[in-house]
């Protein structure tokens, strides 16, 4: 099947899902503790976003919503698990763009259709994320890095959380856009690949805000830009990437909840309205306010309208920066 003929697909088959019913067909959910699959390692972006949900809706409906990090190619392990899961909402999907829509153009043995596997519940962040280097990295701009990979292409390395991943596509990004050669690293995660380039075994590297921001602010890494089409409040000195004479590499990722296909409309409507109200909580906001992310929330057709809208962009933009299958 052709990359154009899958997204028309993927994206008919999301926008034509039937609406979600006020039928309930079981008032006792959740009557058992919930499992959230989140599929990569933790301490990255999306797993502190996660927790923090899973712990506000502990709280609000008196079960435990547990969180497991079921982490390996490129989340599609994780992704794929619950794709098979029983769809009673007691096992659901933690996950983000890029890494959904794109997992399954880059891992020949994903084994789930983002759209078709999937019931769309809610969303509960969006970020941009920062360029940054190792302290010991000359560079103190974008135009300095740039400079320092056309001097010895090759030789600039980058860690990210996998191919497709939500920090490899902005590296691919800014890689064509800049015209350089860089050395990609990839890891099992962001929060991995994070560690070595506090650790100064990998120079540089794109991250989001929840990891990425603490860092900045303590100086263990130098920010160069953000891939924002705005400065970022957190770290307000911090240019954008078109700021610093790049423009053309902004990047969103969005975390979502999903359930397998096939999970109760009762399940839907009620997780999403917590969610949403989760969301406007102040000490909520205050968490993402300081590192700079974003708590977005909608209906779930305003859920299902964005996911529409980022499976398009990224394969897209996975077709254009031509990355094969392994």
């Known amino acids: 099947m052709g990359l154009h003929m899958w997204i ?15 039928s309930f067909a079981d008032d006792t959910y959740p009557a058992k503790p919930v499992h959230i699959i989140f599929p990569s390692t933790p301490g990255g972006s999306g797993d502190t976003r996660t927790r923090l949900v899973a712990e506000k809706l502990s709280a609000r409906l008196g079960q435990r919503f547990v969180v497991e990090n079921k982490a390996g190619a490129g989340t599609t392990i994780g992704t794929k698990a619950v794709a098979a899961a029983k769809p009673d909402g007691y096992v659901l999907l933690a996950t983000y763009t890029p890494a959904l829509p794109v997992g399954p153009l880059v891992y020949r043995e994903a084994g789930y259709d983002p759209v078709t596997s999937f019931t769309p519940i809610a969303m509960f962040a969006a970020g941009s994320p920062f360029l940054v280097v190792h302290p010991s990295v000359p560079a103190k701009t974008v135009k300095e890095l740039v ?43 962001e929060a991995d690949a994070l560690t070595d380039v506090l650790g100064g075994q990998v120079m540089a590297g794109f991250f989001y805000t929840a990891i990425a921001v603490p860092q900045i602010k303590a100086g263990k890494v130098r920010a160069l ?4 089409t705005e400065r970022n409040p957190a770290v307000a000195d911090v240019p954008t990437l078109t700021e610093a004479g790049y423009p053309g590499c902004e990047f969103v990722g969005t975390t979502y909840l999903l359930a397998p296909a096939g999970v109760p409309d009762r399940v839907v409507t009620l997780l999403n309205k917590e969610i949403a109200a989760i969301m406007q909580e102040p000490d909520v906001r205050a968490q993402y306010s300081a590192t700079g992310a974003d708590p ?31």
């Open 147 to 189: 400079a320092l990979a056309k001097a010895k292409p090759g030789s600039v390395s980058f860690g990210h959380a996998g191919l497709g991943s939500s920090n490899h596509l902005p590296a691919e990004l800014f890689r064509q856009n800049a015209g350089i050669d860089l050395l990609f690293v990839p890891y099992k995660s």
């Open 8 to 22: 028309r697909r993927t994206l008919a088959a999301l926008l034509l899902l039937p609406s979600v019913s006020t």
């Open 296 to 326: 977005v929330y909608g209906t779930v057709e305003e859920v299902r309208s964005r996911l529409a809208r980022e499976i398009e962009l990224n394969v897209s933009l996975a077709k254009a920066l031509n990355l094969k299958p392994e």
């Open 225 to 228: 830009a953000v891939a924002r």
